[in-house]
Every structure is written in structure tokens, then in C-alpha cells.
């Protein structure tokens, strides 16, 4: 019996979701390789394999050493390469197919001095996200990186790898169409400038945001959406998905009641749900709090406050008034990666308890 | 050696703000009973039960049994009881001095129902943070809450409890200094109406912040600050620490470098920092570099950007063009209670591991 913060998922809704890219996949004759930094657990991770799916992305060496060690044999770390982890780089490398992200000639070079086993090197790009990568227009960089890579017997070149993270922050689904289109061209271009030399480069791309505002993924060998299989409030919020979709929530005990002041409080706090917010509606929310009439879950309340332990609903005097201690509310989270990470397992809807890798432990 | 975001704790530090915390509560004569909420570690608790304390706060049920389980014998938990938790409530009562947090009749009267030990019971009161507790006013509430303690021969009525979190957003430490005073003094009024019939009953209050910002603790009988053994940037930010006090960073990898943005990237990203973040002289930042220059802890750059495992630093072209890749950097959280939460262990200045306890296991 759920008697803490504890998070729930329903595979019905998440087979749905991993259908549906599937689908887009298909259509766009993409090689779909989900990001697992999402659910984080090979149990959920045995769906996609029962799919059919054999590669994976991921965004640390442990949790890729987690899901090699559960039978995933092609595995990219979405993160440029910590030139400090080499020892579990090289582990991975004698066992499985890895590919690692570079983005500047130091650590290429670095790669090639220490690496012991074949890997494949994406390079990372830069689209405008900002984050890593080398810029789009930096050929200069790309050149040298392959120049290294060339001389290397260990190392081969996968293709060019990009992260549209600015799609989080499209204000519409038009925007973000366009932020997704301007990405799509830019890879495209150092496709063709590339692929005389290296005829077999793939090009990289995917984020759950642009799989629904994009038309046009032509061009596109690889595509490495995560969030899709949960979804969450901000993909709500980005006109990405519907309420129906969501396939996680935190499930919270109820432990404070105040009509006065139209609130109440929930054991659910920051360590629970993460201090991820957004502005939902022209209001800052933490969480939302889905079916409070039973039926519709986009009916709900927000979440308006986290501490550390504590949550605070606003909600109506109507609501508020049916409440019991000790009832259970169900939570969508703002950010369901975040959330996720916080947990070392999940309950699934029908009682099942799934186990999970976790960040530092 | 450290290859990962680690968190590093600087032991003679914690003592320094361990010590002069008690200096506080011995001028006052308050009973100090730290919130382990912050640290959540036996073997940093155990440096607190080495100077003569040997009481302590924390946040769940699960943190009370493993601090029961290393020797503590008088705990609060401070927050409102959680009936679903009521197994091990019982647990707990059966073998230390447990306080726990009411607010409503109805949880009172649940636990009158189901409680087998002796308890003690603190009336949480919202003096005007509006989280959790019986608003101060309300001492028809109060009233109906201790007639059902009366009735009990297991429930003991311990005093009034209120936390001030307000006080985190106070402008300035004036506006700080005059939020608590008006909460002491609603505290204090509520003593003088209730210790003629309960003359023991303790006023139990305290934060980090106004422990700094407060001139008077007059009548407070009881003081439970938490996120000073540590501090962070929020507590620079609100005027309450310096610097030189933080006793806790996210020790960091280098896996970016971008000198035409004047930004670099580290391996530290929300699962590591927590998503929480702060204005701080009138930028957003998700954390704070120390020592840029090696000697001045307060020289530094801000973390202006997190993802789940990436950290973008915003920093000089001259601090930039000396990184290499591999070097770590020291990151200040904005919230170290929030990104201790997310470890398993401490490291030491000295190199010394120190295991702790971890919300979600």
C-alpha cells in the first residue's frame, strides 16, 4: 500500500507512447534510438527491445554501464566525454558498441591516447541550443576532429550529433517548428559537405518536443527522444501532449487541510517531484494535480509551493471540503525526468514494482 | 579520486558554524535541537551528539527511523503526521522520545485511535508562512486539539511549534529581523495564554536565517535551525552567511569549453544541483563557482543554465582560457539541503567518505 510519495506509471499509456514514435520513426525511416536518462530502468528499457529496438542513448557512463550489464549492446552517452571516467569508457568499449559525443580537438585527441577498444565518435554540433557542441558553422573544428579520428586505428567516425534543447523554450508550436526546421537544415548542410568522405555519416537529432511540431525530419538517420515515454506539464504546457498521455505521476498523502485558505498541503516536496517549475496558465507551478473530478485528468489543481518535504495545492472550498487524511492525490510532475531520477523504483498501476538505476548512488 | 559531481564537505567549517550556533542558543538559553534535514548523515550527526546535544529534528518517518537506528533518542519530526505512516510512528514510540507535528482535530483524533506509546505532541502554528499548522489565531482549534491530548494517556501536550520559512524571502535582513520578531511575539502570546494550565509547555521555533537576521529570542525555549551547518548561496544571498562559511560544494568535472560565448560546461546538471534556483544580484543562477582565483572564495562565476546532467558556466575569456579538460571546478549549490538530498555519501576535504541517508530508498 502506497503510504509515502511514490511514483506510479501506467504501461498502457506508456506502450501507447512508445508506439506512436515508433511510428514517426517508421515514416521518416528513422533509426530510433530512445534515450533512457527518462525512465532509467531496463525493466521499462525491455519494452523497446521487445519492439524491436537494440540501440539506446543514455547520459552518464554509470548509467550506461547499467544498461549494458541488462543486455544493451549500442549505446550512445549523450554528453560530451569526461576525460576523467576513461576507465569506464574503456570497460564499455571491450564489451559493447559505444558511441561517445566530442566537441573540441583536445579530447578527441585525448580519446585517441587512451582508448584501448573500438568506439565511434559522434560529433557534436551545435544547431544554436547553445549548450555543447562545436558550432554549426565551425568547420575548421569538425575538420580537425576528423583528422584525429582518421588516425586512429580505435577510433571511427558515427556522424553528427545535435541536441534542439532551445525547443523548450518555443512559445508555440510554430516557433518551435521553425527553431526544429533551422536545426534540421544546418545538419543536413554538413551531411552533404561530409558524406562524400564518409559516405556512411549519420546524422543525429531528436528531442519529444520536436517529434510533435516538426513535419519535415528528411535527412534525419537517427532520431533520440526521451521524455516521450513519460511525458510531463512542460510537454503539456508546449502543446506536445495531452493530459491522456501522461504516464507517470507521484502519488502524494495528504497532510494538511486549510478551507480558509483554499489550500492544502500534501507530503510531496522538492525531494519528491523536484524543484523543477513553469509557468502554466500565467502561473508558476510546481505540479499539477490531475483528476480531481475522477473522470477528466486535465481537471486539476495546481501545485504552488514546494519545500523540502511539504507541497501546497491551491484548489477549490468544493474540493477541498471532500478531502480525508490520509487520502492519496495523484501528481503530474513539471519535469518527469527530473522527478523520475529521484526514485530507485516505480509502482506500476496495477501494483507491479519495476526497479530503476539512480544518479549517484 | 574524484571523477563525477561529488559532494565535498569541509569538516572544520561544519564545526565553526556547529559551534557558534550553540553559542546562539546558550546565550539564550533555547534548547538546541538541529534539523538533520540538511545533512541526513549519522556520522555528522554524531559531531553535534560529541558537544552535548541530544536531540534532533528531521523531515519523515523514514529519516527519524535512521537516525533512531544510530543512537538518537529524542527526535521531532516536523512535519504534519502522516496517518498512512502510523506502523512506524508506533515503531518509533516504542523506543525513543518521539514529538510529532499535529494542525487538525481530525489527525489528533487518529492518533489518540491508533497509537500504542507514549508520544509527545507539539500544535504546529502558522504564525503567518502559510505552509502547514493551526493559523495563531485560532485557538478554538488549539483548544479542541488539546482537549482530545487530555483525554489520552499516551499522547503528551509539548508546546507550540512554528517555522518562519518566510523568512527566505525576506528583501533584507531589517525585513527579516521584523518578520521574526512579529512570529516570536505570536509564540510568546500563546505561551502566557496556555502556561497556567501547562506550565512546561515549550516554544519551539528556529531557521538559519533568523537566527542571523533576530536580536531577541526571548522566551524560546527550543531552537531548530537546519541548513546552517552547511549554508549555501540562497543564505549569502539573504545576508546571512559569508562566503568563507559554506561548508559544502558539488565538486565538478570540465566537459566544455566555449571561449567565443565566454561559457564553459561542466559535468553537474539538475540530478546533481537540484533544479532550484535564485536571483542573485539580478541574474538567475543555478549555482556558483568558488575560487576562481584561488584565494577569495567569494571570486567566482555563475552557473547559469542546468539540464539533467550539464551545468553552463558564464565566465571570463581569462579564467576560460586557462581550463583544461578534466579539471574540476567547485560548485556552491543555491540550496545545499536540496542537493545534499541527492547523494548517497559525502567526501571530506581530507579525502575521509561519509555515508548518509537519502530520501526515496
Redesign the interface.
Known sequence: ?????SPIIDLEIVEKNIDKMMELCQKWQMNFRPHF?THQSAKLAKIFKDKGIEKCTV????MALYFAANGWKDITIA???????IEGINILASSIKLNLLI??L??IK?LKENINHQVSVFIEVDTDY???GV?YKNTKTIDDILHIIQDSSLLEFEGFLSHT?HNYGAKSPEIGAEIFEQARKRMWKLKQDYRQTYPNLSISLGDTPSSSFADNFKSIDEWRPGNFIFFDMMQVNLGVCEFEDIALIIRC?I???YP??E?F?I?GG???L???SLEFKGQKICGWLKYADNTNPSAGFPVI?L????G?ISASKAYISKL???DLVDIIPV?S??SA????SYTTTKGEMIMKFR???
Chains 1, 2 share one sequence.
Not at 79 to 85: F, H, T
Open positions: 500500500m502506497i503510504n509515502i510519495p536518462k547520459s552518464s557512463v554509470s554528453i560530451p566525454v569526461n576525460v576523467l571516467e566537441d573540441h583536445d579530447t585525448f547553445g549548450r555543447s558550432f534543447g498523502p497532510i494538511g487541510i480558509k485558505r489550500e498541503v507530503y522538492g525531494v519528491h523536484s524543484k523543477e509551493s519545500s523540502q518535504e511539504h501546497i480525508k487524511f490520509g519535469h525526468c527530473m531520477d529521484l526514485y530507485s544518479s549517484n548512488n
